[in-house]
């Protein structure tokens, strides 16, 4: 029963920081990869931020030099800080892992979302 747990979302001031975490429970084996995306009203879902083994990481090139994702695999989490908010970073940000869990099997998992709301 894998599940992805997103948190540290709100309402913050345009230049202001939040951090998200995204914590995986269950029986895990071993991590892919974990990354952030996010979804503002009306429009697509957009990858924000992953990383992956060896430390690769990538980023939208919206939030290039404001975010920054790290991990801990011992703790089965990845974090995302978010600096420099802009009003349009507003929008529902989802956890996405690529996990192995029980009998060898990789599966992808999406967290239920939180929201972040930057006001101008």
């Known amino acids: 029963q894998v599940q992805l747990v997103e948190s540290g979302g709100g309402l913050v001031q345009a230049g202001g920081s939040l951090r998200l975490s995204c914590a995986a429970s269950?029986?895990?084996?071993?991590?892919?990869?974990m990354g952030w995306y996010r979804q503002a009203p009306g429009k697509q879902r957009e990858l924000v931020a992953v990383r992956r083994s060896a430390g690769i990481t990538n980023y939208a090139d919206s939030v290039k030099g404001r975010f920054t994702i790290s991990g801990d695999n011992a703790k089965k989490t990845t974090y995302l800080q978010m600096n420099s908010l802009k009003p349009e970073d507003t929008a529902v940000y989802y956890c996405n892992a690529d996990l192995i869990s029980a009998y060898g099997i990789r599966s992808n998992y999406w967290g239920q979302g939180t929201q972040v709301t930057v006001s101008s």
């Open positions: 269950g029986i895990i084996f071993s991590i892919d990869a």
